[in-house]
């Protein structure tokens, strides 16, 4: 039996000598990095894979934003990313200060609010 393989590969030609070690080669890398993804996904579960992804994601997303505003500037960008959160903060104090003028017209400030509420 041995003898018939040394037979065989005597007879292949020289680009078959060097394409079966490599694609053996190859095979060998496959089920190494297929059997260590098993292992992991055994070991961590998909929890940790799934947060992982996650991960990979808003790093996606953020690299985007950020290359994103270097190309619009950083001010425009500020501008554009502000106005609205600032615009609520605004609204939610003019509704606190009508709310507080309305309830307890006697305070002047919203410490001394708090401090009628809680009857100190």
Known sequence: ????ALDIAGG???????VVPVVAIFLIG??????????????FG???????????AFSYVSARAAVRIAREGWFAAAE???????LGALLCAVLLGAAIDRF???????????RARMGR
């Open 46 to 56: 998909w929890d940790a894979l799934l947060a992982v992804a996650i991960e990979i």
């Open 80 to 86: 554009r990313l502000s106005w609205k959160p600032l």
């Open 12 to 18: 292949l030609d020289e680009g078959a000598l060097f």
């Open 1 to 4: 039996m041995g003898g018939g």
């Open 104 to 114: 307890m017209p006697q305070v002047n400030s919203l410490p001394a609010a708090l």
């Open 30 to 43: 496959v089920a190494i990095v297929c059997g260590a993804g098993a292992l992991v996904l055994l070991y």
